[in-house]
């Protein structure tokens, strides 16, 4: 035991991390290449559907358009794929592959679950195999599980290059971007993962469900699907709506110890790659560096505490009888008290919201890391692209204090950061933290919000907090003892999504398009390193700040009134 | 610029982003891996000539007493409805969980203390697996029951209990059905 945890906790973590690592350098130099338009290796076999594509779309990948232009590419694109979700989720009744027979959804769920899609949320106010038809999951959420990742990782490609060019006003071309996000990264990497999973046994058919005899006599419906193929790229793709209600804890989901370390993979795969690709493109593989490990030493320490708590567990089950605390409620065997808080904390420190144990049953303070990583903005490491973008947004701020206290004109980069780029950054940082505290206090006194909460006391309000923290953040995950599929919840929460995504995502382009526009002036004695261990503490400073300041009293509301309750006995 | 410019490229892309990512990637994924994996893509089901008894995977709920029982299963209405899987998402002051615990305890009718996964819900309802210890515990009631030795049926145990895989990742555990299947011969 060290630090509360055991030593095969610390060998898992620290192989998770390796890999993770070791996996994430070249990645991100590759698709440095592809948002760059450079030749890579998939360019000879994927350039003819790219060109088809663009002659199809009728875009011309070269002529490139300032932020509104990228804005309004964002917007449409968004549009026309929420239209089409909707309409596929309310008719699917009458639609292809539906072996089941199962009905329409609600227009209040058919809402919520296109919005969630779409902004890349995942959340899931409906229980997957009761609820979707193979065709609405592999049609309707399966391309948006892709196309809205790709959005995420475009709209960063614009702050990147905002950062790097000077005295333009273009950022790139929308449909180009995402559209080579779509083929070259998340496609090639769905493929593989999916082979990697079918292997471990994840599922992947077309049949119906089939019913076995039990051994004791009972009949026992297993639900099927076509499954690897969506588990892939919902992890990849930070997206984390499953197939199943109990979504990677499912055993078609995740059956093996291997099947599980490779889906942890995929969560942070392309979040964490992207700081590389970021110094790649900006010319200086130190800034991406730094805030690669700016995200790592938030995120061990977070994890490793998730971990003990959950070891430590409830003392409640040992008063009923078990021979630990350690907290299995909720949990699988096969994945134990490690898998499932390393799970945990990756899931919510990326936007990514799958989850592989119930977050519910969670002990009072392990179920407040996976809150907390959400709180500070979906930046450590985060969704793919937005992760990175959302953290940019925090160099802002904190070259604007760092600046503040040394008396120096702040600088990114070699950008001035002005007044224009302060005020962006801080409704991006500071309007999605009112959206969450002012639908929490809606939810609590309200009578209809009250209505869905399951858990007794305190818990039922970190349900609540819980819920609107996730969808607002476009994270996904849920203490999901809370009964979201009302009318209520599906329109606050989706209310929250739509939100959480866009008042972060468009002062990010109207960032992006000021910085192109700027001068480069060259670094001078005076000019502030951003690469350096100073740099990378004073920036994890204001994350945790800004976080921890903005939700301590709710979470003492919630988490930790648990916790003195629990250990009162 | 405007919105009405957009309105091609944004449906079209849609369009054949749909065909190529909805469309033809998961037909390719289910034709690829049903040709390299015809039987983990399929649920790992488990045969008895024509009939279905169940998946290698998926638990199954087990109450008599010559039968190895797995975790406790919050699915409705009926425990391992590997139809309709759920977690209980009790909190950990909810009295329900302690009840559930207790009632488990009883059931089992064994010296407390029991390891933890023998009287905790999975997170799934559908959980395959328990630790070795839970197994280990259970093993004078099925021999009992069975009118069988111990040591048959710690046999059996051994036989379908994995380790950590390559001695590190995930936990030791117990496949539940495999078990039972062994004990009434119909998996050797």
Redesign the interface.
């Known amino acids: 035991m060290m630090f509360g945890i055991t030593a095969n906790s610390w060998l898992q973590l620290g192989l998770y991390m390796c890999a993770l690592t070791a996996l994430a350098v070249p990645l991100g130099a590759f698709m440095a290449r592809v948002l760059s338009g450079e030749r890579h290796f998939l360019s000879s076999v994927l350039d003819p559907v790219e060109r088809l594509m663009f002659a199809l779309c009728g875009v011309k990948p070269e002529a490139e358009t300032n932020w509104k232009g990228y804005a309004l590419g964002v917007i449409s694109f968004w549009l026309a794929g929420f239209l089409l979700l909707f309409v596929l989720l309310m008719t699917q009744q009458w639609g292809p592959l539906n072996p089941q027979g199962i009905a329409n959804l609600t227009p209040d769920l058919a809402f919520n679950t296109a919005v969630s899609f779409v902004t890349n949320t995942n959340w899931q106010s409906y229980a997957g195999e009761t609820t979707m038809s193979y065709f609405s999951q592999m049609v309707g959420l399966t391309v948006q599980n892709f196309v809205s990742a790709a959005v995420g990782i475009a709209v960063m490609a614009a702050l990147i290059r905002g950062l790097s060019r000077h005295s333009t006003d273009k950022v790139g071309n929308f449909w180009a971007d995402m559209i080579r996000a779509n083929l070259y990264i998340l496609l090639p990497l769905s493929l593989i993962v999916t082979v990697a999973l079918a292997s471990q046994g994840v599922i992947q058919t077309f049949d119906a469900n089939v019913t076995a005899k039990t051994l004791e006599g009972a009949d026992q419906v297993i639900a099927l699907g076509p499954v690897a193929s969506q588990e892939a790229i919902k992890m990849l793709g930070t997206n984390g709506g499953g197939v199943f209600n109990t979504n990677s804890a499912h055993p078609f989901e995740n059956p093996t110890p291997i099947s599980n370390f490779i889906e942890m993979l995929s969560i942070l795969i392309i979040p964490a790659a992207l700081c590389f690709t970021f110094g790649k493109m900006v010319g200086d593989r130190k800034q991406g560096v730094a805030i690669f490990a700016a995200m790592t030493l938030v995120f061990v320490p977070f994890t490793v505490a998730a971990i003990g708590f959950e070891q430590w567990g409830n003392p409640h089950l040992v008063a009923a009888g078990a021979d630990t605390a350690a907290n299995m409620e909720g949990k699988e065997t096969r994945f134990g008290i490690t898998n499932s808080a390393i799970w945990a904390a990756a899931t919510t420190a990326a936007s990514n919201g799958s989850v592989n144990a119930m977050h519910d049953s969670f002990t009072p303070l392990g179920g407040m890391i996976p809150m907390l990583l959400m709180k500070f903005g979906e930046v450590i490491y985060g969704g793919a692209g937005s992760g990175l973008y959302g953290m940019l947004v925090f160099v802002i701020l904190t070259v604007f204090i760092a600046g503040l206290m040394v008396g120096r004109t702040p600088e990114y980069l070699g950008k001035k950061i002005g007044a224009y780029e302060i005020k962006m950054a801080s409704i991006a940082v500071l309007l999605p933290c009112a959206f969450v505290l002012i639908a929490t206090a809606l939810a609590v006194m309200t009578p209809l919000g009250q209505a869905g909460i399951y858990n007794p006391g305190a818990q039922g309000f970190s349900e609540v907090l819980y819920a609107v923290t996730s969808a607002t953040n476009n994270n996904g995950s849920a203490f999901a003892g809370l009964g979201a599929n009302t009318p209520f919840y599906n329109t606050l929460l989706g209310v929250c999504m739509l939100f959480g995504r866009f008042f972060v995502l468009l002062p990010v382009l109207a960032i992006a398009g000021s910085l192109a526009a700027k001068k480069t002036v060259p670094v001078s004695a005076g000019t502030l390193a951003t690469h350096t261990p100073l740099f990378i503490g004073i920036l994890i400073g204001v994350i945790v700040l800004v976080g921890v300041l903005t939700y301590a009293p709710a979470l003492a509301l919630g988490p930790v009134v648990e916790h003195i309750l629990m250990i009162k006995g | ?3 009405v410019s ?9 369009g ?3 065909l ?4 033809a ?2 037909l390719a ?2 034709a ?3 040709a ?2 015809p039987n ?6 488990i045969k008895q000539g024509d ?14 007493p010559q ?1 190895l029982w797995g ?1 406790l299963s919050a699915t409705g209405p ?1 425990p ?15 009295p329900a ?2 009840d559930a ?2 009632a488990r ?1 009883d059931a089992l009718n064994v010296d ?6 023998l ?13 070795t ?1 839970a197994a280990e515990i259970q093993i004078p009631r099925i021999a009992a029951a069975r009118g069988l030795p111990e040591d048959r049926i710690r046999a059996a145990i051994a036989a379908s209990t994995k380790g ?2 390559f001695g ?4 030791a ?1 117990v496949n539940v ?1 495999e078990v ?2 062994r004990l ?1 011969g119909k998996v050797k």
């Not at chain 2, 983990?40 to 089901?45: N, R």
């Open positions: 610029m405007s919105l957009q309105i091609r490229p944004a449906v079209v892309s849609l054949l982003l749909t190529l990512l909805g469309g990637y998961p994924s289910t690829l891996v049903g390299i994996f983990q893509s399929a649920g790992s089901l009939t279905i008894i169940g998946s290698r995977l998926i638990g199954q709920n087990f109450t008599q039968y975790r009926a391992y409805n590997a139809g309709a899987s759920s977690g209980s998402n009790l909190g950990v002051n909810n969980l302690l615990s207790k305890l407390s203390p029991v390891p933890v996964d009287i905790t819900a999975s997170g799934s309802g559908l959980d395959p697996h328990i630790s210890a950590r895989t590190i990742l995930g936990e555990r059905l039972n299947l009434d």
